[in-house]
């Protein structure tokens, strides 16, 4: 019998918000990691523009979930990409 | 030796002629100085994501090859002088395994790609 009331604590979703008011989110996969990549190409815009923001900043591993290695990676390929013209430096929307 | 890759963006007011004696001046250079070119990739005239010296767009060209650093030294030189070139970045190309084909710089002809048009095909499917 305790061990059907354990069980039932578990399940019971009103009982864990009440605990804690934020859920944590799910881990975010690095998304390099699942497909297995082994060199970020600064060419490859496309790629690159996914983990920017529209004013052209790169997004933070926080946000995006990419690993400190692959994020790493990123960061250099995006300053190359900046350099010859394929992805902005700063996007300005207001002047 | 080690392999490089340079970009080169070129005034979009060059003409086709001067695409092609651009080229070669580049890659005789190379040569020249002891370095093997394996790949000449050219993606035409493209938009540039900012303005350079006023141009909204540019000519991408993109060589691979393996050399000495002086080769490097001596092609940074060369792109800064030519008043063509707008912008030109060489790196390390560390994709190579060092052991792919030389070709002849004497014949060596630019091969076309639309990055734009190939995406549709390549990451369908993909994550990114």
Sequence with gaps: MARDTKRDNKRDPKKKGEKREKRPMRKKKCKFCLDRVTHIDYKDERRIRRFMTDRGKITPRRITGTCAKHQRMLAVAVKRARVIALVPYVREYYR | ?128
């Design chain 2, 1 to 128: 030796m080690r392999s490089y890759e340079c970009a080169v963006i070129l005034h979009p007011a060059v003409s086709d002629d001067g695409l092609r004696t651009s080229t070669a001046k580049y890659v005789e250079l190379i040569a020249k100085g002891g370095g093997e070119i394996t790949k000449v990739e050219t993606w035409g005239k493209r938009r540039l994501s900012y303005e350079i010296m006023k141009q909204p767009e540019g000519h991408y060209f993109f060589y691979r090859f393996r050399g000495a650093n002086s080769v490097i030294d001596e092609l940074g030189r060369q792109l800064r002088i030519d008043e063509s070139v707008l912008r030109h970045l060489i790196v390390c190309d560390e994709t190579a395994e060092g052991n792919e084909p030389s070709l002849d710089p004497a014949t060596v002809e630019p091969t076309m790609r639309h990055p734009e048009r190939e995406r549709e095909e390549e990451h369908r499917g993909e994550r990114y």
